[in-house]
């Protein structure tokens, strides 16, 4: 385990100096449920978790950027300079944080020099907790505490989704850097994707934890069939609109969806439709749920999401079902489904504190035997959103 002081100690290190950075924090993220509805227009009910990246940072007198990761120590320091910001696939990881300075420049931030900036991340990479869209944020707030720009989150949000559509090339919502944002402590987020409404919802676990299970299969979604799943949605809503004036799908009802079906041309895409339909309805009833204190009744409504990722929209796969299905059939667990964009990544599981450790044996002893290798376990904390952190603290 990192602690604050060795985090300074790599600083100054890697970067030669005596002098002490700045420190910043983001979040991963959890989706409660709400799955593969944000780019649909719909909702989605994620929270911020303890897990997230680190970034010590401190300006420079000239132009010069230098990343360092010490979750790719190999990889060393990738250098580029504010005159030039462009996609450079050389530098791998580091695109990331450099799609921020570029976009927030364009925006109007007044970033006059170049900057020394260290991460370390906590968040197991490729597990679908959003490492990517962490690594944004920290950068954007740590530009914002370095330079002063008094940028409010939801426009960094809005740019960390930028870096991803137009810079990385993945065509992904909003979902993961306004989670990360906006988050608060034992707190989910019930967001509108469309109109970027949202609501703060208390998560009360009482004698329960949310367990996170790793499939440890790792995934790179621009290269999977999320981008095919978005093609699908597009085509069966343009279907749609033929007789329905709607801009998204999460703008229908499940009675109106089942009445207008029939519209969608192919069966497949018809299906897609009608996971993000249904998927946020559930969400909607997810946040009455938690707000009654229903765990239970919460615990179902993530079981039928994880059935209808599996079933409809097809994003599930061996590694997420096995997680999900033995857990299902644990003493002490309300609840399990997949979280994240699919293909792989992580499954969440709300389960009792007593029985957690029983749990986490028998899904490794499954897991271990269908899939052949071993998944992994954190228990996640609800923590707060993007931040700067003081000096000596460590979350």
């Not at 420190?23 to 909702?43: K, Q, S, V, W």
């Not at 490729?126 to 330079?147: D, P, R, W, Y």
């Not at 978005?230 to 229908?252: F, H, P, V, Y």
């Not at 969400?283 to 409809?312: C, P, Q, V």
Request: net charge negative; glycine share 10%.
């Amino acid at each position: 385990m990192n602690t604050a002081s060795s985090l300074l100690n790599e600083f100054r290190s890697i970067f030669g100096t005596a002098k002490t950075p700045r420190t910043f924090f983001a979040p991963g993220r959890i989706n409660l449920i709400g799955e593969h509805t944000d780019y649909n227009g719909g909702h989605v009910f994620p929270a911020s978790i303890s897990y997230g990246t680190y970034a010590l940072g401190m300006k420079r007198d000239d132009s010069k950027i230098r990343f360092y990761s010490m979750n790719f120590p190999d990889v060393g320091v990738i250098e580029c300079d504010l005159s030039d910001l462009a996609f450079d696939t050389s530098h791998k990881w580091a695109n990331y944080p450099k799609g921020m300075f570029l976009f927030m420049k364009e925006a109007g931030c007044s970033i006059s020099h170049g900057a020394d900036i260290l991460y370390y991340g906590n968040i197991p990479h490729g597990a679908g907790l959003s490492s990517s869209a962490s690594i944004e944020l920290a950068t954007g707030v740590l530009l914002n505490g370095l330079f002063d720009l008094n940028m409010e989150h939801v426009p960094m949000i809005k740019l960390g989704q930028k870096v991803e559509n137009e810079y990385i090339g993945l065509n992904s919502g909003i979902m993961d850097q306004f989670a990360i944002g906006m988050g608060k402590k034992d707190h989910a987020i019930l967001l509108n994707c469309s109109t970027l409404e949202y609501k703060y919802a208390p998560v009360v676990l009482n004698d329960h934890v949310i367990l996170i299970i790793n499939t440890n299969k790792r995934r790179d979604l621009a290269g999977s069939k999320y981008n095919e799943r978005r093609t699908q949605c597009e085509a069966a809503l343009s279907d749609l609109q033929k007789e329905r004036s709607i801009k998204s799908l999460g703008e229908l009802t499940i009675g109106e969806f089942d009445a207008y079906q029939h519209l969608i041309r192919n069966d497949i895409n018809r299906k897609r439709a009608r996971h993000a339909v249904y998927e946020n309805a559930r969400t909607l009833d997810a946040l009455e749920k938690l707000r009654e204190g229903d765990l239970i009744g919460f615990g179902k409504l993530m079981n039928e999401s994880h059935l209808s990722l599996k079933h409809d929209y097809e994003v599930t796969g061996l590694e997420l079902d096995t997680i999900v299905e033995t857990a299902w059939e644990q003493q002490g667990v309300l609840g399990a489904r997949m979280t994240g964009a699919g293909f792989g990544g992580c499954a969440i599981a709300i389960v009792e504190k007593e029985r957690a450790d029983d749990v986490k044996k028998s899904i490794y002893a499954v897991y271990r035997e269908t899939v052949g290798y071993e998944p992994a376990f954190y228990t996640a904390k609800i923590s707060d959103g993007a931040k700067e952190i003081e000096k000596g603290a460590f979350i």
